[in-house]
């Protein structure tokens, strides 16, 4: 079975930064999609970014504002989101995905408007205030 583990949640004051780490156990991270949603109480889970480790392409839904940057690191197996300028707004349950093959359905890409993620990590917390 897959395994995803989330890290480096927290509360921050809003201007600040956070950086959210995720590692994969299972799985290689290099020839599969990867993402990170948020969710809020009372609204629908969004996603924020997501990423084509083997190819180093990068996804991000049309209303992001440049102040969240996902990558991977090979080495360790991991792909992080840089979180810069943060606001009070952004504070929401953030959570790791996977979803394998790039090129299912006729579609080849991992924007999870066109995708649907299979696997789910727990969560981690982030507040800004």
């Known amino acids: 079975h897959v395994q995803l583990v989330e890290s480096g949640g927290g509360s921050v004051e809003a201007g600040g930064s956070l950086r959210l780490s995720c590692s994969a156990s299972?799985?290689?991270?290099?020839?599969?999609?990867m993402a990170w949603f948020r969710q809020v109480p009372g609204k629908e889970r969004e996603w924020v970014a997501a990423?084509?480790?083997?190819?180093?392409?990068?996804y991000y839904p049309d209303s992001m504002t440049g102040r969240f940057t996902i990558s991977h690191d090979d080495a360790k197996n991991t792909v992080a989101l840089q979180m810069d300028n943060l606001e009070p707004e952004d504070t929401a349950i953030y959570s790791c995905?996977?979803?394998?093959?790039?090129?299912?359905?006729?579609?080849?890409?991992?924007?999870?408007?066109?995708?649907?993620?299979?696997?789910w990590g727990q969560g981690t917390q982030v507040t800004v205030s």
């Open positions: 990423i084509w480790p083997a190819g180093d392409r990068r």
């Open positions: 299972g799985y290689t991270m290099r020839n599969y999609c």
């Open positions: 995905a996977l979803r394998r093959g790039y090129c299912t359905g006729g579609y080849c890409g991992c924007s999870p408007e066109r995708a649907d993620y299979e696997y």
